[in-house]
Structure formats: C-alpha cells, structure tokens
C-alpha cells in the first residue's frame, strides 16, 4: 500500500524536475593537479592526510595497494590508482605518498 502511494502520481503531482545548471562561463574550473610534491606544499595536504586516514576502511585500502599493485608498478600515477582501487583521487595520493616515504626510509 504504501508503495503504490509513492510511486502513483496523481493529476496534483509532478514529477520533480533537476535544477537548471547555469555556468557563468567567464570562469574556467580548475583542474587538480596530481603533482604530490607541489600539494605537499600547500596547506591543504595536511588537511587531505587526516581525512584519508579518518576512513576506517583506509588501512586495509593501504595494505592492499602496497602488497599487490605499488610494489609490482611503482610509477603508478594517483589517478590509475584510484581507478584500479574505486576510491578517490586523494585517497590514491595519500597511499602513494605514504609508499615512497616509507621505501626511502
């Protein structure tokens, strides 16, 4: 019964339209640039950091990249990473970042 009451549309009820997405046009988005050395550098690293890690899933996501994918392709690019491993881009740098400090250590 109640199914029926939400999916019948009566004469009253519209579907519901998405918004109108308007672009300024004046203003090109920027694109992320990959380039862990130069993010490194802004203040936004540390801020990406601590979010990764808060993911209860990252350490189990971190030893899986490591074992199976970093150590057979280290030149990975963060973007390849995150398409193998269906997380985000941060995400993959974080990883990345964290695999080259602790194998030049």
Partial sequence: MKQARLSDLSDDDSPIQ??????SGS??????????????????????????KRNPLYPNI???AW???????PSITPKQLAS????????????IDEFVTLQTH
């Fill in 18 to 23: 998405p918004p109108e997405i308007v672009s």
């Fill in 27 to 52: 203003v090109p988005l920027p694109m992320l640039d990959t380039n862990i050395a130069e993010l490194k550098r802004t203040y936004f690293w540390e801020i990406l950091v601590e979010t990764v």
């Fill in 62 to 64: 971190a030893g899986y």
């Fill in 67 to 73: 074992n199976n994918i970093l150590n057979n392709n």
């Fill in 84 to 95: 193998l491993l269906s997380i985000s881009l941060g995400e993959a740098m974080v990883i």
